[in-house]
């Protein structure tokens, strides 16, 4: 047992030694949002030699909501995963109100950024825990008023200890469109200013999909919005459009303007409608 232990013990300090691949300043100063503008100017980014984004242009006003559609592998997640510095970008800016990314404290903006993904992680913990991830000083109240919020209240009174009820690997299992629900409410609860949201393209019952609509509607309500978008909800209601290709953008405008465009879009909508088998080549 000793020996294993070392041998892990090693692989934890190694681990630990790895530089992180971002640079980053330990004094630099928080993120001060007001408006929550966000600026993406001439960005360009690859993850190792090849060109993954490139010279991408766009803003979003404050409480507005940009929908990034396009083929898969176009970029789009790539693009968000930017503002949350997940990578740095290699040419450009992206900035919120005003402050690049680069120079705030990466604590301070995770914090004014939420991001609510297409599968939520669930931690083994309670479900209770799982809400207030991250905002480990929030009241029960708190919690369930966030809950409630996210259409997550009522299945989670019917589960065995409700807020307390074990969950995650060896927990009880919760359905993907309740993973969803917890995730909104953590991030109700988190109250970020900017949120970044992966929509689900997974198929739920029209029930379900009523409940997260709903509780897609509290979270996005007066929020700087960036999405990966497949709601058609969430796409009329988006200020902004940008249809990526290849890492570029090649439409960008409403939902409307867009169509009567007939471009990728236009066909793009139209396979996702079902009026179209599959993108006409050009
Ligand atoms: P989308 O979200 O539009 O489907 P992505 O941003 O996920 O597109 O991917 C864009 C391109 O970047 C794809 O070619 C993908 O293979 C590549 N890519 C995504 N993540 C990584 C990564 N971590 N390392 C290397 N290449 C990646």
Request: proline share 2%.
């Amino acid at each position: 047992m000793y020996q294993q232990a070392v041998a892990s013990a090693e692989r934890v300090f190694g681990l630990m030694d790895e530089p992180s691949g971002l640079d980053t300043d330990d004094d630099a100063p928080d993120l001060s949002v007001s408006d929550a503008v966000v600026e993406y100017e001439n960005v360009t980014f690859g993850y190792d030699e090849e060109t993954i984004i490139e010279d991408v242009s766009f803003d979003v006003g404050g409480g507005e909501t940009l929908a990034l559609v396009g083929p898969t592998g176009a970029g789009k997640s790539t693009i968000l995963k930017l503002l949350l510095r997940l990578y740095d970008v290699d040419e450009g800016t992206i900035s919120i109100d005003g402050q690049d990314v680069r120079e705030v404290s990466i604590s301070s903006l995770r914090t004014s950024v939420g991001y609510v993904s297409q599968e939520t992680f669930l931690f083994a913990g309670t479900v209770g825990e799982n809400i207030a991830y991250g905002s480990f000083d929030a009241t029960r109240e708190e919690v369930i008023e966030a809950a409630k919020a996210a259409q997550a209240h009522e299945f989670i009174e019917e589960l065995p200890d409700g807020y307390d009820t074990e969950v995650g690997e060896r927990g009880v299992k919760l359905s993907g469109g309740q993973r969803q629900r917890v995730g909104i409410a953590r991030v109700l609860l988190q109250d970020p200013e900017v949120l970044i949201l992966d929509e689900a393209t997974s198929d739920v019952d029209t029930e379900t999909e009523l409940r997260i609509q709903e509780s897609l509607d509290a979270l996005l309500a007066d929020r700087t919005v960036l999405a990966i978008a497949h709601r058609l909800s969430t796409i009329k209601n988006a200020e902004t459009i940008l249809v990526l290709e290849d890492g570029r953008v090649v439409e960008r405008g409403t939902h409307g303007e867009l169509l009567a465009e007939d471009g990728l879009y236009a066909d793009l909508w139209g396979v996702q409608a079902g009026m179209l088998e599959e993108i006409p080549t050009r």
